[in-house]
């Protein structure tokens, strides 16, 4: 079975610094993988996605993540956290013939001025 | 091009009662996820649906929850004889093609409450 592992349920970030958010996956075949955002009250949108192109992935607001098949990981990175990066981000993942969408527990991301 | 719309927002319930939960996609849209947030949980798959056909319903709990995608009208989530661990956020997600290619737009979601 599929699974996706998001390290560390809640991350705190001072404003301006790096923001790293930890996300691997369990799969027999290179899958297809998401991060997506979710605001208070809101639903979620999608930051980024790799579906085997290149493994460096760049997304909205300034987001990117590396897809690393020999560490099974698939990590977002933003280089400099904003008061508005305050939110839960999902990994998640979609196997190849499927269209269902596995998440991750998801990361709160609490950023301090 | 409007987003996804799920009404309503916010649903009070009382046991044993039913919860109607409905999701318009995005227009052009043909193919509709429902997934279920429960407190302090992940988001879990529910039900994948094309226009009147259920194609994947793995997720759905096997009694008391159903799902409809009519030829015409919204995507319906139906909860029968609710009880108070059906109380989460129900988000509908819908994408314009099949397959891993095709991204999935989310609405704001239903949060349900059971009392």
Known sequence: AQSVTQLGSHVSVSEGALVLLRCNYSSSVPPYLFWYVQYPNQ???????????????????GFEA???????????????????????YFCAVIKAAGNKLTFGGGTRVLVKP | ???????????????????????????????????????????????????????????????????????EGPSILRIQQVVRGDSAAYFCASSPLEGVAAEQYFGPGTRLTVT
């Open chain 1, 66 to 88: 590396e897809f690393k098949k020999s560490e099974t990981s698939f990590h977002l990175t933003k280089p400099s956290a904003h008061m508005s990066d305050a939110a839960e």
């Open chain 2, 1 to 71: 091009n409007a987003g996804v719309m799920q009404n309503p927002r916010h649903l009070v319930r009382r046991r044993g009662q039913e919860a109607r939960l409905r999701c318009s996609p995005m227009k052009g849209h043909s193919h509709v996820y429902w997934y279920r947030q429960l407190p302090e949980e992940g988001l879990k798959f529910m039900v994948y649906l094309q226009k009147e056909n259920i194609i994947d319903e793995s997720g759905m709990p096997k009694e008391r929850f159903s799902a409809e995608f009519p030829k």
């Open chain 1, 43 to 61: 639903g979620l949108q999608l930051l980024l996605k790799y579906t085997s192109a290149a493994t460096l992935v760049k997304g909205i607001n």
